[in-house]
Structure formats: structure tokens, C-alpha cells
């Protein structure tokens, strides 16, 4: 790992930015948390808590009131913007620990983690979008 | 080491480059550091907020079973909840957290101090927690 | 109870000459309350064993010359003081993420070099003498100050998790450095320094581990000086009015 085996003779010179790919990669990762952040806890809260124990109603406990949220297009689009973003969330920091603990080959984990994504946010359009 | 060389002007050339001994990262490097422990849990929590949302369209899926046979999670979906909700809480507590480290706004000739912006993020934060169970909750009555 | 006469102290050893791996060897060392690590080093150095090698200088934190591992976690020699320790024995290793030259010594080439390639110098058009001074205020100093404030003293690159996975990651330092310059009202560099920590290699490889910030010395935060740069470089990339500079 000295410098010479790192950059050869030519000194250390990577390749100057920007990178806009992983900038790309970055910010979409920066919004994501924030909506995450935001809007998780409550889901989770109300859903996945309260109402199960039958502390509090959700939209959830009953086909009426599920299907009918469901039939709301901006319903639609938001649970697909946050469920895109938790699964993106996921892909992009889970890229980077899989790679801190030694896996090599950058290329191919990024491809891995970022296609599981893509497919689960797949699924979640098809599922969302296709009600009948 | 080999005997320097001397160049024609009669300053002796470099020697040749030492030996050096590499370092290997060891696998458990995390665990050596409490920042690094934390740093861990804070990534990982990613995974149990995905997780839910699996199970969350799990519930989706059900709708196809029509108003008779649609049945909402239960049971144990609220003990998964539960460490779903505490990984939430905690990727909500860190990332706002951070959020007055990460954006530099300029103000005057200075910048929005980071826990002016830090405050404003938990207040949304709970601003948004109240009107999005509201939506829920009146949803579901 | 009472303060021990001695303390022991096992260093790292290896002569590239001579040994495949590196290995501890133990010295009881006289224990003072105000002694550091470093004084340690020096007792052995001249009492003991006058072949260990160590890198120092200034022996008061400023030079960054002394940067180790005590008891695996990088510090710098001549602020880890032997009564934090007690009661011993206490680990002394090289700092982790280089190459090892000798016992403490490690090469550290590749630091150096990333510095150089961020061009931790102010770049604008040259002005007459006759033109004054550059003025800064108060406040446009403050901007910039706490980035300068770093001795290269190397405990966060031997902090970081990612420089032994990426050896090309230009680190910590270096991008603190760069935002230091960047920061600096007097620079007119624009996107041409900004280049050098936005590309390859540069601040995408960090996950904000955020180690480099506990142990710098010097409160430098150059875990800070990186997240800022991702957040105003796709500010940049993405806004079209350009950003926030």
C-alpha cells in the first residue's frame, strides 16, 4: 500500500470530479433518509402498533377503509415515493457496509444492492398500482 | 538495502525502497470502537424500515382476497413493529441529528447555526408525525 | 493506593531486515503522574533499548509528528498519559491503515502525496503589491478557521474504515484541507480544487463513519468538511443556479 503500488509511477492522480453518478447517488440517498426520518415512524407507530393492539384505528384494519384509501391515486403515489425511498435507503448503506467489511469488487455489490431495490420498488408499484 | 548510486554531479541516488510490512484490516475492525459499533447500528437500521414496508405490502397483496377474505397483520406484527419502530426512531433521531452538520446555509456574512437547523428538522419532524397518524386514524374510522 | 513505580509498556518491533511481522516487546518503564506515552518512549529509547524507533517532535501536540496506536486506538504520543492507563501494561503499535518502515514508524507517502493533489493553496489571478493586502473580516475568517486548524498528524486516516478497503480514498485530512482553501474568501479557485475531491476516490467513498472527527486532535471535524462538500457539490451539480458558494 505504498504509494507506488497504489498509483504506479505516475504519482496519485484519480480521476477529478465531478462524479455525478455518485453524486446522483448520494443526494437521492440524503432525501430518502430525510423522508424516511419524517414519515417512518409514524407508519410504523400507528400501523404496525396501536392498531394491531386496537389502541387506535388505522386505515389498514378493515378492507372498507384500506380499499378505499388505496383507490386514491395520490394515496398511491406516496406510499410508492416512501416505500421506494426506505428500499433505496436500505440498498445504498447496506452498498457500503457489505464493502467496509471486505467485500471487494465496488461495481458489482453497488449493482446487487441497487437492483435488490429497484426490484422491491418494482413489486411495490405492481402491487400498488394494480389493485382491483 | 542496495549501496546508494552515485549520479555524475556526485550526490548520491535514492537507495532502494524498504521493505515495508502491509496493514490488514481485520474483519471485526467495528468492533474495536464504540463510533464504530454505533456506526453499524445506525446503517443496519435501514434494514428492519425496509423490512416493515415488505410486510406493508404483504397487507396490499391481501387486498386481492376481497372484503371477505382480506385480514389485516397481527400478533406478531406487533412485536417485528416494535424493533421496526425502535430502528426507525433511531435512523429518525441520528439523520436529524446530523442535519445541521451536513448543510452549510449562509446567513450574512456567518451561517445557520447547526443546532437552529438540527431543532427545525425534530419539529417537523413531529409536526409530520401528528398529521400523518391523523391521516391514518381518520382513515381508519 | 499508591501511584506503582513502574509501568510496562509493549512495543511494536519490526526490522524490515530481519523480521516477517511485526512483534511486542515489553518494558517496564518508571511510572510519573505527568509522564506521557512519549516520555515513556524516550526513557527507553535511553535507558532501556536505544533501538525502538518513534516519529516526534514538539512533544505538545502541535507538530503532529507522534501520531500511534495506544492500546489500539490512535493518539498522539505526547497526549496519552501513562496514569490514564493504569494499571497496564500498555499497547504501543503503529497507526493502523499504513505501511509499517519500522516498529512505529509508517510510511506515509501516500498522505503526502493527497495532500498535494488538492491544491491546498489559494488560486486567483495575481494582484500588484500596489493593489494592498487581501482583507478579511472577522467572520470571514471564522468560515474556514476551524479547517485550518490541522497538524497532519494522521490519527484519521488511521481512524477511517475505508482506507484499507480503498488505499486511494484521499481521506479525511485531505478533504478538510480542500474545504479549508475552498472556504477561504481569498480563493478564486472555484470548480477547479473542487474537482480533485469530487470524483473518484474522493468524498463518495465515505459513509460518515464519523471516527475521524473523535479523534482528531484538534477539533479540525473533517467528517463535517466532507458531508458539507457532498451536500454543496450536488447542490451544484443538481441546482441550476449552481449552489450555495
Known amino acids: 500500500m505504498s504509494t507506488k503500488e497504489t498509483t504506479g509511477e505516475a504519482g496519485y492522480a484519480p480521476r477529478p470530479g465531478p462524479n455525478r453518478l455518485q453524486g446522483l447517488l448520494w443526494a437521492g440517498f440524503a432525501n430518502a433518509a430525510v423522508l424516511i426520518a419524517l414519515v417512518a415512524p409514524a407508519h410504523i407507530l400507528i400501523q404496525g402498533v396501536l392498531a394491531p393492539l386496537g389502541?387506535?384505528?388505522?386505515?389498514?384494519?378493515?378492507?372498507?377503509?384500506?380499499?378505499?384509501?388505496?383507490?386514491?391515486?395520490?394515496?398511491?403515489?406516496?406510499?410508492?415515493?416512501?416505500?421506494?425511498?426506505?428500499?433505496y435507503l436500505f440498498g445504498h448503506r447496506t452498498r457500503y457496509v457489505i464493502h467496509e467489511l471486505g467485500v471487494h469488487g465496488k461495481l458489482a455489490v453497488g449493482l446487487a444492492m441497487y437492483g435488490v431495490a429497484a426490484a422491491g420498488t418494482a413489486v411495490a408499484a405492481y402491487l400498488l398500482f394494480t389493485l382491483p | 538495502m542496495n549501496a546508494a548510486?552515485?549520479?555524475?554531479?556526485?550526490?548520491?541516488?535514492?537507495?532502494?525502497?524498504?521493505?515495508?510490512?502491509?496493514?490488514?484490516?481485520?474483519?471485526?475492525?467495528?468492533?474495536?470502537?464504540?463510533?464504530?459499533?454505533?456506526?453499524?447500528?445506525?446503517?443496519?437500521?435501514?434494514?428492519?424500515?425496509?423490512?416493515?414496508?415488505?410486510?406493508f405490502l404483504v397487507e396490499v397483496a391481501r387486498l386481492r382476497s376481497g372484503p371477505s377474505g382480506y385480514q389485516p397483520l397481527e400478533g406478531w406484527f406487533v412485536a417485528v413493529s416494535v424493533v421496526c419502530l425502535a430502528a426507525a426512531l433511531w435512523h429518525t433521531y441520528t439523520f436529524l441529528s446530523l442535519a445541521g452538520l451536513i448543510m452549510r446555509i449562509p446567513l450574512g456574512e456567518g451561517n445557520v447555526?447547526?443546532?437552529?437547523?438540527?431543532?427545525?428538522?425534530?419539529?417537523?419532524?413531529?409536526?409530520l408525525t401528528a398529521v400523518i397518524a391523523g391521516l391514518m386514524i381518520w382513515g381508519g374510522a | 493506593m499508591a501511584a506503582p513505580k513502574t509501568i510496562t509498556l509493549s512495543v511494536s518491533r519490526f526490522d524490515p531486515e530481519r523480521d516477517e511481522e511485526p512483534r511486542l516487546q515489553s518494558y517496564d518503564?518508571?511510572?510519573?503522574?505527568?509522564?506521557?506515552?512519549?516520555?515513556?518512549?524516550?526513557?527507553?529509547?535511553?535507558?532501556?533499548?536505544?533501538?525502538?524507533?518513534y516519529r516526534w517532535s514538539c512533544r505538545m501536540g502541535i507538530c503532529g509528528s507522534c501520531g500511534m496506536n495506544v492500546?489500539?486506538?490512535?493518539?498522539?504520543?505526547?497526549?496519552?498519559?501513562?496514569?490514564?492507563?493504569?494499571?497496564?501494561?500498555?499497547?504501543?503499535?503503529?497507526?493502523?491503515?499504513?505501511?509499517?518502515?519500522?516498529?512505529?514508524?509508517?510510511?506515509?507517502?501516500?498522505?503526502?502525496?493527497k495532500l498535494r493533489w488538492v491544491k491546498p493553496w489559494i488560486i486567483r489571478e495575481e494582484t500588484a503589491l500596489s493593489a494592498g493586502e487581501h482583507r478579511q473580516t472577522p467572520a470571514q475568517i471564522e468560515q474556514f478557521r476551524q479547517f485550518s486548524m490541522c497538524i497532519n498528524c494522521m490519527l484519521c486516516y488511521s481512524a477511517c474504515p475505508v482506507i484499507p478497503i480503498e488505499p486511494s480514498f484521499v481521506g479525511p485530512?485531505?478533504?478538510?484541507?480542500?474545504?479549508?482553501?475552498?472556504?477561504?474568501?481569498r480563493?478564486?479557485?472555484?470548480?477547479?480544487?473542487?474537482?480533485?475531491?469530487?470524483?473518484?476516490?474522493?468524498?463518495?467513498?465515505?459513509?460518515?463513519v464519523g471516527e475521524c472527527s473523535a479523534v482528531c486532535p484538534k477539533d479540525v471535524d473533517p467528517a463535517k468538511a466532507i458531508q458539507q462538500t457532498k451536500f454543496e457539490s450536488t447542490m451544484g451539480m443538481l441546482l441550476p443556479w449552481g449552489g450555495t458558494k
Not at chain 3, 518503564?29 to 525502538?52: C, E, M, Q, R, Y
Request: charged share 20%; proline share 8%.
Open chain 1, 55 to 87: 389502541l387506535a384505528p388505522s386505515f389498514d384494519r378493515k378492507y372498507s377503509t384500506f380499499a378505499s384509501a388505496l383507490s386514491d391515486p395520490l394515496v398511491k403515489i406516496y406510499l410508492l415515493v416512501v416505500i421506494a425511498a426506505s428500499f
Open chain 2, 5 to 55: 548510486v552515485t549520479h555524475p554531479d556526485g550526490a548520491p541516488g535514492p537507495a532502494a525502497r524498504p521493505r515495508t510490512h502491509p496493514y490488514r484490516q481485520p474483519f471485526t475492525w467495528w468492533l474495536r470502537r464504540r463510533g464504530y459499533v454505533l456506526y453499524m447500528i445506525r446503517e443496519l437500521s435501514a434494514l428492519p424500515i425496509a423490512v416493515w414496508w415488505v410486510l
Open chain 2, 113 to 127: 447555526p447547526a443546532k437552529t437547523i438540527v431543532r427545525a428538522a425534530f419539529g417537523g419532524f413531529v409536526v
Open chain 3, 29 to 53: 518503564v518508571p511510572f510519573h503522574d505527568d509522564w506521557v506515552v512519549l516520555d515513556a518512549l524516550n526513557w527507553i529509547k535511553t535507558h532501556a533499548d536505544g533501538s525502538v524507533n
Open chain 3, 71 to 113: 492500546n489500539r486506538q490512535p493518539k498522539l504520543g505526547c497526549s496519552a498519559f501513562l496514569r490514564d492507563y493504569l494499571p497496564g501494561p500498555i499497547v504501543v503499535e503503529p497507526l493502523n491503515n499504513f505501511p509499517v518502515l519500522r516498529d512505529l514508524i509508517i510510511d506515509m507517502d501516500s498522505f503526502m502525496e
Open chain 3, 173 to 185: 485530512a485531505a478533504i478538510a484541507l480542500a474545504r479549508r482553501y475552498d472556504l477561504d474568501s
Open chain 3, 187 to 208: 480563493d478564486r479557485a472555484g470548480e477547479e480544487r473542487l474537482r480533485t475531491i469530487t470524483g473518484n476516490d474522493a468524498v463518495w467513498d465515505c459513509s460518515f
